[in-house]
């Protein structure tokens, strides 16, 4: 159990699009959603940690009008990149904690972002 | 702020040899946790082994325990019998208080056959 999925997992779009990414709790609910990025060879850096039904808390130095969190369910968070410019090819990766769980952070698969 | 430091970028071992991957954190709260995180080429998060600061006993995990010095805020992985399928990214994290964890800038770990 614990499944996290997100989609897509890769994306190319141009340079001035948005992009969506979509991350989803399979087999449980999850209290909170947390939307991270890496860029490659590098550590997992926090962007903003979202509740079901509330606005997100977003990580100093993050932009909030570019990076817009929605979390509509218990089940699922989106990600949108808007206006998409090349230095936001990154890889993003979201976790989700359990409703009624031991606050452990399952991870999805990632989704590699490249802009053109 | 809660810190976490990895100050290995790269390690090596033989296949079946031991390893320890070293971690030091700052922090100033009592009650928190402690994870190993390993990433593959693949990029998916795996969980290793997670450590509750309440607790002085190390946590063990088969082939994976860690050396847990509160005092010292040191949070060390030793990897046993390593197999080629541990080669990967290893990132130390800590997490206090809703779920902020906090990620190291991960160690790569090469199996030599």
């Known amino acids: 159990g614990a499944v996290v999925s997100q989609h897509p997992s890769w994306v190319i779009c141009k340079s001035g699009t948005s992009v969506k990414i979509e991350c989803r709790s399979l087999d449980f609910q999850a209290t909170t959603m947390f939307w991270y990025r890496q860029f490659p060879k590098q550590s997992l850096m926090l962007m903003a940690t979202?509740?079901?039904?509330?606005?997100?808390?977003?990580e100093q130095g993050v932009e909030k009008d570019k990076f817009l969190i929605n979390h509509a369910s218990l089940t699922l968070s989106t990600l949108t990149v808007t206006s998409a410019h090349p230095e936001d090819s990154s890889f993003y990766i979201c976790?989700?904690?359990?409703?009624?769980?031991?606050?452990?952070?399952?991870f999805g698969p990632g989704t590699r972002l490249t802009v053109t | 702020a809660q810190t976490v430091t990895q100050s290995q970028p790269e390690m090596s071992v033989q296949e079946a040899e031991t390893v320890t991957l070293s971690c030091t954190y700052d922090t100033s709260e009592n009650n928190y946790y402690l994870f190993w995180y390993k990433q593959p080429p693949s990029r998916q998060m795996i969980l290793v082994i997670r450590?509750?600061?309440?607790?002085?006993q190390n946590a063990t995990e088969n082939r994976f325990s860690v050396n847990f010095q509160k005092a010292a805020k040191s949070f060390s992985l030793k990897i046993s019998d390593s197999q080629l399928g541990d080669t990967a990214m290893y990132f130390c994290a800590f997490e206090y208080n809703n779920n902020d964890m906090r990620f190291g800038a991960g160690t790569r770990l090469t199996v030599k056959p």
């Open positions: 979202s509740n079901e039904g509330s606005k997100a808390t977003y």
């Open positions: 976790s989700a904690t359990r409703l009624a769980g031991n606050y452990e952070q399952y």
């Open positions: 450590q509750e600061a309440y607790k002085q």
